[in-house]
């Protein structure tokens, strides 16, 4: 940018500075799925598993999805920031870590993998809450084999009855931590929004700076040529006035020579007439 306006090349400097990270982070995205296709089918994948374990709430699969999801949000970076340096843009810790964000939503959400997986991701979705760890108490009852029939004893509650609570338990283990889940993805949303506005805001302020910038230069080069037209004229006003006074002082002194001129000719005059 820095080197456009040095340039003077207005147009230039005015779509550098309208370029946005995120913008940037979904050109990258998108530079890897048309170049590393089988890794982004991996990713793909991944992001099917670990729904569907959420889904069906299989620890197990999610855990095994988990630490895949880790170590593939990772790789796919590093690789993605080498395909944008050898396409001569490194990019910065801020753009890289959108990156990321972009992966944990491909793997989240199943629209934002759509999108991605086209190659014409426009700009970095909104933050996305990282799947839940799953824990003993939000898993749904499994099935528990059929307890040998004996009567009650007096003091003593049924087994079933244990069993439907610690069932009603989960479940409602279950909910508040979808219920968490839920909040945190808004949550996140809305800051998101925020963080939207507040870059929009600041690239119509660049874009406003960098107009503002180049008007000051145009001005400034203005001023300096008018200037220097001013120290012409200066210049050549004072020549004029010294050829002015020059002038004068000729005709001051070729008046004088003829008055003096016209006296001797009318004495000559005279006397001639009296001889």
């Known amino acids: 940018m820095a080197e456009a306006r040095r340039a003077k090349d207005a147009a230039a400097a005015r779509r550098l500075a309208a370029l946005?990270?995120?913008?940037?982070?979904?050109?990258?995205?998108?530079?890897?799925?048309?170049?590393?296709?089988?890794?982004?089918?991996?990713?793909?994948?991944?992001?099917?598993?670990?729904?569907?374990?959420?889904?069906?709430?299989?620890?197990?699969?999610?855990?095994?999805?988990?630490?895949?999801q880790h170590q593939m949000i990772t790789l796919l970076a590093r690789e993605t920031a080498e395909l944008v340096q050898q396409a001569g843009l490194p990019l910065t810790e801020a753009v890289r870590h959108e990156v990321e964000q972009i992966l944990h939503g491909v793997l989240a959400d199943p629209q934002v993998a759509e999108e991605w997986a086209s190659a014409r991701l426009a700009k970095a979705p909104a933050a996305t809450v990282d799947f839940a760890a799953v824990t003993p108490e939000v898993l749904p009852d499994r099935p528990r084999p059929p307890a040998a029939a004996s009567a009650p004893t007096r003091g003593t509650k049924s087994q079933p009855a244990k069993s439907d609570r610690r069932g009603e338990a989960r479940r409602e283990g279950v909910k508040r931590a979808r219920a968490r889940s839920e909040e945190a993805a808004a949550q996140a949303r809305r800051s998101q929004d925020v963080l939207t506005g507040a870059q929009d805001a600041k690239q119509a302020a660049d874009a406003r700076a960098g107009r503002a910038r180049d008007r000051v230069a145009q001005l400034e080069e203005q001023l300096q040529r008018a200037r220097e037209e001013l120290c012409e004229a200066t210049e050549a006003a004072g020549l004029a006035d010294t050829a002015v006074t020059d002038a004068v002082r000729a005709a001051d002194k070729a008046r004088r020579t003829a008055e003096r001129a016209s006296r001797e000719l009318a004495k000559l005059t005279e006397d001639a007439d009296e001889a």
């Open 20 to 68: 946005r990270r995120p913008a940037l982070a979904a050109w990258a995205s998108n530079l890897f799925v048309r170049q590393r296709p089988p890794e982004a089918a991996r990713l793909l994948e991944l992001g099917e598993t670990l729904r569907q374990a959420h889904r069906t709430l299989d620890a197990g699969q999610l855990h095994q999805a988990s630490r895949q």
